[in-house]
């Protein structure tokens, strides 16, 4: 057998074993199939760093409490321009969406919007609020902070990770 082709495994099987994982460690299963089908379409789309890797990270932060499981986030409208999110210790997918909304929203009423996302788990690609705010006419200009946490990426001749992902 040639290890170099490592084992091939379908989209649905991938997608249940990753809902099994999240589900067994208290995420409801319609938060877990938004998850994952967010890691599945991010490592198909070549980025793997945030991909179906993330899972282990997800499961870890649930354990320690980072996460909540089954949280959600409150989107507050602060005025006709403004929305302020409390990811509440969400998963970052749900976060995401929300944001998305939000902005949307802003955009459709008034052409200009602009939303803060705080308390929220690992956001993974920006690109999922990007798209639908640009596929409805708008801008994006984004800034995130991971505050300290996720440094997985070793600097220029480093040996352990202190980088984030995120440019």
């Given at each position: 057998?040639?290890?170099?082709?490592?084992?091939?495994?379908?989209?649905?099987?991938?997608?249940?074993?990753?809902?099994?994982?999240?589900?067994?460690?208290?995420?409801?299963?319609?938060?877990?199939?938004?998850?994952?089908?967010?890691?599945?379409?991010?490592?198909?789309?070549?980025?793997?760093?945030?991909?179906?890797?993330?899972?282990?990270?997800?499961?870890?932060?649930?354990?320690?409490?980072?996460?909540?499981?089954?949280?959600?986030?409150?989107?507050?409208?602060?005025?006709?321009?403004?929305?302020?999110?409390?990811?509440?210790?969400?998963?970052?997918?749900?976060?995401?969406?929300?944001?998305?909304?939000?902005?949307?929203?802003?955009?459709?009423?008034?052409?200009?919007?602009?939303?803060?996302?705080?308390?929220?788990?690992?956001?993974?690609?920006?690109?999922?609020?990007?798209?639908?705010?640009?596929?409805?006419?708008?801008?994006?200009?984004?800034?995130?902070n991971l505050s300290?946490?996720?440094?997985?990426?070793?600097?220029?001749?480093?040996?352990?990770?202190?980088?984030?992902?995120?440019?």
């Open positions: 057998m040639d290890k170099s082709k490592g084992i091939t495994l379908t989209f649905t099987t991938v997608h249940d074993l990753g809902c099994k994982i999240l589900q067994k460690n208290g995420v409801p299963k319609g938060i877990a199939s938004q998850v994952v089908d967010e890691l599945i379409k991010n490592e198909v789309s070549g980025y793997d760093s945030h991909g179906l890797l993330r899972l282990l990270e997800y499961v870890s932060l649930i354990n320690q409490g980072h996460i909540l499981p089954s949280s959600k986030p409150i989107t507050r409208e602060t005025n006709k321009f403004v929305s302020e999110i409390d990811g509440q210790k969400c998963l970052g997918i749900l976060s995401i969406n929300a944001a998305a909304e939000a902005l949307i929203s802003h955009l459709n009423c008034n052409q200009f919007g602009f939303v803060t996302l705080t308390n929220s788990g690992h956001l993974g690609r920006l690109w999922s609020i990007a798209s639908p705010v640009c596929k409805n006419g708008g801008i994006l200009i984004g800034f995130s300290g946490a996720g440094q997985n990426v070793l600097p220029f001749g480093g040996n352990a990770g202190r980088l984030c992902t995120n440019p």
